[in-house]
């Protein structure tokens, strides 16, 4: 049987994945994207989403995934809910493997995703959302008056530490580290931290996080004596890295050193043909608004890449 050729692929069906479909099938391409779960991604995860534009009141990420599906089905967008299990990138038609079936298409728009690393201690996954956070962007606002804990001590968590003291009454860093050592690029930024706001407890791990329907308090491990002591603190942000979920092209595209897709401005990979999006590609802001941009530009670069191949 021959294999339908579409004009693109899109592999994910997150915000950026739905968002690139919408754009891509709106300009007359024939589109397909493939999910492997579920439509919407990461975004599902969120009960409440109070900084996407247009939602005064917020709304639940299913909710508005949701809205995203029917708009690109709307568009002629078709799906399949299957795995990409490799891809075959470097000729002019791309060809993509999935656990049931080889499809075809003239662009390959990779939006993957990836998880934030969590810690792995007790309670971790019960308060995950009810306290539990990896974005303060989404949940600093909710800080307002108190008292919260950071895990990592790299730029992203330092950085966060200071900006949620905005919030915050009080901000705890649990470091792993000895006294004194911080993970990030500016070493110097240990002297800016507010001390009358911020502690690091240097030296400890996460042991349990506690609470009845919300995080109420954190038990740290102290990494040398063993000895356990408990922290009252109300909401925890793990800032310990990010994975994205770019395994499929390793060694065939160029990745930054935490495995993100390296793009320029027009969400070109380094493969001719090959776009990456969303929280896979490399980049300072992983939100629902940049992750949708992301797939806007992409679809309108990809019109004109094949429209050029066409010629
Ligand atoms: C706890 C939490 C709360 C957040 N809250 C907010 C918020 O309030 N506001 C905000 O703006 N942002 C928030 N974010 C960030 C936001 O959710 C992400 O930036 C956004 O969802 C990323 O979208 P994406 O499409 O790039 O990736 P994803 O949503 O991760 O979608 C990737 C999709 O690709 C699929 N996939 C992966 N591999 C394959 C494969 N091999 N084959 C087929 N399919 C595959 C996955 O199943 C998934 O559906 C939050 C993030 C977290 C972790």
Same mark, same amino acid.
């Given at each position: 049987?021959?294999?339908?050729?579409?004009?693109?692929?899109?592999?994910?069906?997150?915000?950026?994945?739905?968002?690139?479909?919408?754009?891509?099938?709106?300009?007359?391409?024939?589109?397909?994207?493939?999910?492997?779960?579920?439509?919407?991604?990461?975004?599902?995860?969120?009960?409440?989403?109070?900084?996407?534009?247009? *939602?005064?009141?917020?709304?639940?990420?299913?909710?508005?995934?949701?809205? *995203?599906?029917?708009?690109? @089905?709307?568009?002629?967008?078709?799906?399949? *809910?299957?795995?990409?299990?490799?891809?075959?990138?470097?000729?002019?038609?791309?060809?993509?493997?999935?656990? &049931?079936?080889?499809?075809?298409?003239?662009?390959?728009?990779?939006?993957?995703?990836?998880?934030?690393?969590? =810690?792995?201690?007790?309670?971790?996954?019960?308060?995950?959302?009810?306290?539990?956070?990896?974005?303060?962007? /989404?949940?600093?606002?909710?800080?307002?008056?108190?008292?919260?804990?950071?895990?990592?001590?790299?730029?992203?968590?330092?950085?966060?530490? =200071?900006?949620?003291?905005?919030?915050?009454?009080?901000?705890?860093?649990?470091?792993?580290?000895?006294?004194?050592?911080?993970? /990030?690029?500016?070493?110097?930024?240990?002297?800016? +931290?507010?001390?009358?706001?911020?502690?690091?407890?240097?030296?400890?791990?996460?042991?349990?996080?506690?609470?009845?329907?919300?995080?109420?308090?954190?038990?740290?491990?102290?990494?040398?004596?063993?000895?356990?002591?408990?922290?009252?603190?109300?909401?925890?942000?793990?800032?310990?890295?990010?994975?994205?979920?770019?395994?499929?092209?390793?060694?065939?595209?160029? +990745?930054?050193?935490?495995?993100?897709?390296?793009? &320029?401005?027009?969400?070109?990979?380094?493969?001719?043909?090959?776009?990456?999006?969303?929280?896979?590609?490399?980049?300072? @802001?992983?939100?629902?608004?940049?992750?949708?941009?992301?797939?806007?530009?992409?679809?309108?670069?990809?019109?004109?890449?094949?429209?050029?191949? =066409?010629?």
């Amino acid at each position: 049987m021959k294999t339908r050729v579409y004009d693109v692929i899109i592999i994910g069906a997150g915000a950026a994945g739905l968002t690139a479909g919408i754009y891509c099938g709106r300009s007359g391409l024939d589109t397909l994207i493939i999910e492997e779960d579920s439509i919407g991604g990461l975004a599902n995860k969120s009960y409440h989403i109070g900084n996407y534009p247009g *939602f005064p009141n917020g709304i639940k990420g299913l909710d508005l995934m949701d809205a *995203f599906y029917e708009q690109a @089905l709307a568009a002629g967008v078709q799906f399949r *809910f299957e795995s990409v299990q490799s891809l075959q990138i470097d000729k002019i038609k791309k060809s993509i493997e999935t656990n &049931n079936c080889r499809y075809e298409s003239y662009a390959v728009i990779i939006a993957t995703g990836g998880q934030p690393k969590k =810690i792995g201690a007790i309670g971790e996954e019960k308060f995950m959302g009810k306290g539990i956070s990896f974005c303060t962007v /989404c949940d600093g606002a909710e800080t307002k008056g108190k008292i919260v804990m950071v895990i990592g001590t790299g730029d992203t968590a330092i950085d966060q530490s =200071i900006y949620l003291t905005q919030f915050a009454d009080f901000v705890f860093i649990s470091s792993n580290n000895p006294i004194g050592q911080l993970d /990030c690029t500016d070493k110097e930024k240990l002297k800016w +931290l507010p001390q009358e706001k911020i502690k690091v407890l240097w030296n400890t791990k996460i042991h349990e996080f506690c609470g009845t329907d919300h995080l109420s308090k954190v038990v740290l491990e102290d990494m040398d004596s063993k000895e356990r002591f408990q922290v009252t603190c109300d909401y925890c942000f793990e800032f310990i890295g990010f994975t994205p979920n770019s395994v499929l092209v390793e060694g065939r595209i160029e +990745l930054d050193k935490d495995s993100g897709i390296v793009t &320029n401005a027009k969400m070109e990979t380094s493969n001719p043909g090959v776009y990456a999006i969303g929280d896979v590609r490399k980049k300072v @802001l992983k939100q629902l608004a940049t992750a949708t941009a992301d797939g806007a530009i992409a679809a309108s670069e990809v019109k004109k890449y094949i429209d050029h191949l =066409i010629k």
